[in-house]
């Protein structure tokens, strides 16, 4: 039996992505799944698709306190309880600091910090008294910071930085508070990137068919969240930058700056 079986599990942005990915591995393993999403078609699609499986699902923009709070009281109104946590939810950018809008690194903020940080307010009672987990979904960004990400990479340092003191604080209530870092995945975040002025760019800049599968990726989370690991860092191109930048980040600078930049332009 799954570990999973009979659990309510929210997942954050689960319309797409590693989130719909995740909503869909964890209806298949018997859990009860609320989800929500900006985008009313998607997750319209995702539920009649899954029509008679035990799934909650609204629209939301986590960036908004109301709305996750309307999300986690909904949850709990039709689930009854929660066990699981996963703050997926989250947006890119890519431009480079000294061009980028104000209102655009706000958003990063807001969405990929501020997200999380409301959701989990909101359900912190219900996963306490379930003795369960809270998960963020991070990025290697979390680990180093990188050029034309500067925004994104803050944003991830925040989360996990959060992450990190809510575990211990949750230790005595056995609540597991884990974060996760994927390396580059066959998802529409760098296409759905914001630009210096908080716009959609529309492409990615990444050779997509030599990415991590999706469906990998959220197998190796559902894992990690199962043995109730303290965080994960995904690949090994991206355990080779953390532990790099740990030991020589001076050789981890000169390197990440000849892989983003050509002739002096951002190229990644």
Not at 25 to 41: E, H, I
Request: charged fraction near 25%; glycine fraction near 8%; aromatic fraction near 8%.
């Amino acid at each position: 039996m799954s570990y999973f079986n009979n659990k309510v599990v929210v997942v954050t942005g689960g319309s797409d992505g590693i989130g719909k990915t995740l909503v869909e591995f964890l209806l298949d393993q018997g859990a009860k799944v609320a989800t929500c999403g900006r985008n009313y078609d998607k997750l319209y699609s995702l539920q009649v698709k899954y029509a008679v499986a035990p799934l909650h699902a609204i629209t939301c923009d986590v960036s908004n306190e109301q709305d996750c709070k309307r999300f986690i009281e909904s949850t709990l109104k039709t689930f009854g309880k929660i066990d699981i946590l996963i703050n997926n939810a989250g947006i890119s950018m890519r431009a480079l600091f000294r061009e980028s809008n104000f209102d655009a690194i706000k958003r990063i903020m807001d969405v990929n910090y501020w997200g999380a940080v409301y959701c989990t307010k909101f359900a912190l009672e219900s996963i306490i008294e379930n003795k369960g987990s809270i998960a963020g979904i991070s990025s290697l960004v979390g680990y180093r910071g990188i050029p034309g990400r500067t925004a994104y990479s803050a944003s991830k340092h925040a989360l996990q930085g959060w992450l990190e003191g809510l575990r211990v604080e949750m230790m005595n209530h056995d609540v597991n508070v884990l974060w996760i870092a994927p390396g580059f995945t066959t998802t529409n975040i760098r296409s759905n990137a914001l630009d210096k002025d908080g716009q959609p760019i529309g492409e990615s800049p990444m050779n997509e068919s030599q990415l991590m599968p999706v469906e990998e990726c959220a197998r190796i989370i559902l894992n990690a969240i199962a043995k109730r690991k303290r965080s994960l860092v995904l690949t090994f191109e991206g355990k080779r930058m953390v532990f790099l930048n740990r030991l020589m980040p001076g050789l981890a600078d000169n390197l990440i700056r000849k892989y983003f930049f050509k002739e002096g332009k951002l190229v990644k």
